[in-house]
């Protein structure tokens, strides 16, 4: 592991935690950390967190942010942020109002990636942001500046100045993690055959037909599927892949061909698992986070089967460019 560990930091606390608690001076009470509506969730988002206040941050000297940093670093090779455009600002969303009614209140953007650089430096570590959904204009150029990684997810590279097509992986940018999912988009195997549609439907998270939805992602599909096919990526399964399993292996392969600095793996790839780990804009009517790993058949896969899995040991020989 020359990087070492990977720390994550979530873009809030639980309401009623010991963070909140003992940092209720820098919290806004009352409100909560969401998104605006999106191409994927067309009712906006609202995670149940509370924000930091800019102005007690700001008063502060970002003391209580230095020492989340600091006690991130002590023991990383590198940090994830989540939603890292939270550094510019955050959709606040009034309590008892839906995620439609909030509105973005921005921080010093300046002083909090000082604050955020300065630490990684210390500990000789690097950063990765979450860049993804709504971005504003200058937001991945800044952090750029600044030696942050973006993150790049296969599904959402297209040319979308252009003729909007998959983009082809020598154009992806280079300062980048890339992958193919994460934990909040569906799994590989889901997206492959369409369950993801399903899901987002019965839940009555989509707001246009089932029919529509259901043929905008088999034609979205369809292109990908089309880039792996000319590039020779799915021509070069493993002996006794199955088709979803060529598939699978060949999505990593075109990630291997950009010059992203990281590639990362959704564990759930490399099993078949098909659920979402998250289903972001849901809270009771999915089992967020509480998922284990499992086979295509939902079956709940144990650490020694993990390790053992064919279908893991195939793909992570790809990775290593082995096969």
Known sequence: MAVGIVHDLAVGVHPEGADAWAQQDFLAAGTSVGAPPDAFNSRGQDWGLPPWRPDRLAASGYAP?????????????????????????????????????????????????AVLVLEAARAGAFVIGEDLGTVEPGVRERLRARGVLGTSVLWFERDWEGDGAPLPPESWRADCLATVTTHDLPPTASRLTGEHVELRDRLGLSTRPLAVERAEAEADIGEWLAVLTRLGL?????????????????????????????????????????????????????????????????????????AASPRLHALMKVLRGEA
Do not use: C, K
């Not at 989340?68 to 990383?76: G, P």
């Not at 455009?85 to 909030?102: A, C, D, H, N, S």
């Not at 009517?285 to 998922?291: E, F, K, Q, S, T």
């Open 65 to 113: 942010y230095r020492r989340l940093l600091r006690a991130l670093f002590r023991s990383a090779g590198a940090l994830r942020i989540d939603h890292v455009m939270g550094l510019f600002r955050l959709w606040w969303v009034p309590q008892g109002e839906p995620p439609t009614e909030g509105t973005y209140v921005r921080y010093d953007a300046e002083a909090m990636l």
């Open 234 to 306: 799915l021509a070069a399964a493993s002996p006794g892949a199955s088709q979803e399993e060529a598939e699978v292996q060949a999505v990593h392969r075109f990630l291997l061909r950009t010059p992203a600095s990281l590639v990362g793996v959704w564990l759930p790839d490399a099993i078949g698992d098909r659920r979402p780990q998250n289903l972001p804009g849901t809270s009771d009517a999915y089992p967020n986070w509480r998922l284990p790993v499992a086979d295509p058949a939902g079956r709940p896969v144990t650490l020694e089967e993990l």
